[in-house]
């Protein structure tokens, strides 16, 4: 099975343990203007490294973000830990009602699969995506700058982070507290590494950097030069279980050709019906009743719509499907929706409410909202190792980039 090891990594040594306003989201969430917010927090903020600007001098911005780290690590921006640790992580938070939850899971180097090998499952099916970003920053920076997301189908492992000696917090802008801390004990860094090697691991959020970490350790091993750390991927690690998770869905944004009435499109396989004003309270009470009838939310300028799936439509459309797979609203809008709407494009967001003032706001013409997936069901996939389709699960939330980084030198 995989091996999970502790490394030295880099972080930074600020006066205070408070990291607010050197963190960022991951970069793939961060849009422009939280990208100039975080920029303006403090000159060492993570999102130059992570979203590097343009050069105005010569030079590409990923050449710019590996001076940028040179030069923070050369200042005592940031600096190595003595030795090599494993890094507990907890982020504790309000659920979506109103329950204070938490996630803990760790941090280590996850060694990065052969060919062949399944210790490490894709949790979904991916998106085609350009990788080339992250791969040119990759080769530039030659660090992993936030962890991939895994979870662990053994038992355990919460347990062994109990004593984590705390490092650094933070409370993000969602009111989410972050806390990095070290797991030092040799005797639990090895029983750490046990239990995640024990079982399979289910990627759960990074499919795309873990992708591009395979192609680039591939890409040394054709020139001749070994991996070394290269053959590893910074990875937050958190049971499976449901007290740890907390899985949001994600919702479709969509551009269909003018004149195409989205509703008319669907009603040979849908039951639509008209669920009111498009309101914060509306976008509420629909996500309530398609929770209860297993339907889609319809979001268009005419206002809210429940969409029922017809019960022999959905059956013969996702009988070759594994159980909890087609039981996730994203595998109906695949086998349903999509086909009824050739040419539009797709965009995916995971706050319900933002995507219906979208529409609103005329910025797309339509979505689509699901409802999220069980933790139970997410196991049940992963067991039997089968895929969720595209873009189903959102864990939430993620966390900071900027707690630790990791070299690969």
């Given at each position: 099975m995989a091996d999970f090891s502790p490394f030295a990594g880099v972080r930074y040594r600020s006066a205070s343990t408070d990291l607010a306003a050197l963190v960022a989201p991951p970069y793939d969430v961060i849009d422009d203007e939280q990208r100039a917010a975080l920029e303006a927090a403090d000159e060492h903020n993570a999102v130059r490294l992570i979203l590097p600007r343009d050069a105005s001098v010569e030079g590409d911005r990923y050449a710019r973000a590996a001076q940028t780290f040179a030069e923070w690590r050369a200042s005592g921006v940031l600096a190595p830990d003595p030795a090599p640790r494993l890094y507990a992580y907890r982020m504790e938070f309000t659920g979506p009602h109103g329950d204070r939850r938490h996630t803990r899971g760790v941090i280590g180097a996850l060694s990065l699969p052969e060919p062949g090998d399944d210790d490490v499952l894709p949790h979904e099916r991916t998106l085609p995506k350009a990788k080339s970003d992250r791969l040119a920053l990759l080769r530039a920076m030659r660090v992993n700058v936030d962890p991939i997301w895994g979870l662990t189908l053994g038992s355990g492992l919460t347990a062994l982070l109990e004593h984590a000696a705390p490092?650094?917090?933070?409370?993000?802008?969602?009111?989410?507290?972050?806390?990095?801390?070290?797991?030092?004990?040799?005797?639990?860094?090895?029983?750490?590494?046990?239990?995640?090697?024990?079982?399979?691991?289910?990627?759960?959020?990074?499919?795309?950097?873990?992708?591009?970490?395979?192609?680039?350790?591939?890409?040394?091993?054709?020139a001749g030069v070994a991996p070394g750390g290269a053959a590893a991927i910074m990875t937050f690690v958190?049971?499976?279980?449901?007290?740890?998770?907390?899985?949001?869905?994600?919702?479709?944004?969509?551009?269909?050709?003018?004149?195409?009435?989205?509703?008319?499109?669907?009603?040979?396989?849908?039951?639509?019906?008209?669920?009111?004003?498009?309101?914060?309270?509306?976008?509420?009470?629909?996500?309530?009743?398609?929770?209860?009838?297993?339907?889609?939310?319809?979001?268009?300028?005419?206002?809210?719509?429940?969409?029922?799936?017809?019960?022999?439509?959905?059956?013969?459309?996702?009988?070759?499907?594994?159980?909890?797979?087609?039981?996730?609203?994203?595998?109906?809008?695949?086998?349903?929706?999509?086909?009824?709407?050739?040419?539009?494009?797709?965009?995916?967001?995971?706050?319900?409410?933002?995507?219906?003032?979208?529409?609103?706001?005329?910025?797309?013409?339509?979505?689509?909202?699901?409802?999220?997936?069980?933790?139970?069901?997410?196991?049940?996939?992963?067991?039997?190792?089968?895929?969720?389709?595209?873009?189903?699960?959102?864990?939430?939330?993620?966390?900071?980039?900027?707690?630790?980084?990791?070299?690969?030198?």
């Open positions: 490092l650094a917090a933070c409370v993000d802008p969602e009111g989410v507290r972050h806390e990095i801390a070290a797991v030092d004990d040799p005797e639990t860094i090895a029983a750490i590494g046990r239990v995640v090697g024990a079982a399979p691991l289910v990627l759960a959020d990074g499919h795309h950097r873990f992708e591009t970490a395979l192609n680039y350790r591939d890409e040394l091993r054709s958190v049971e499976l279980a449901d007290d740890e998770l907390c899985i949001e869905p994600i919702h479709r944004l969509v551009e269909a050709p003018s004149g195409i009435d989205v509703r008319a499109r669907l009603a040979d396989a849908f039951d639509v019906r008209d669920a009111g004003a498009n309101t914060p309270d509306g976008v509420d009470a629909l996500q309530a009743a398609m929770r209860a009838e297993h339907a889609l939310g319809l979001v268009d300028l005419r206002g809210l719509a429940l969409a029922v799936p017809h019960a022999d439509a959905r059956a013969a459309a996702l009988a070759r499907e594994h159980p909890a797979v087609a039981a996730t609203d994203t595998a109906v809008i695949e086998a349903l929706v999509v086909p009824r709407l050739p040419n539009a494009t797709w965009q995916y967001r995971h706050d319900a409410r933002d995507v219906a003032a979208l529409v609103d706001k005329r910025v797309a013409g339509a979505a689509i909202l699901c409802s999220p997936v069980s933790v139970a069901a997410t196991r049940a996939a992963a067991v039997d190792r089968v895929r969720m389709p595209q873009k189903t699960t959102f864990f939430w939330p993620k966390p900071r980039t900027g707690m630790v980084f990791r070299t690969l030198d």
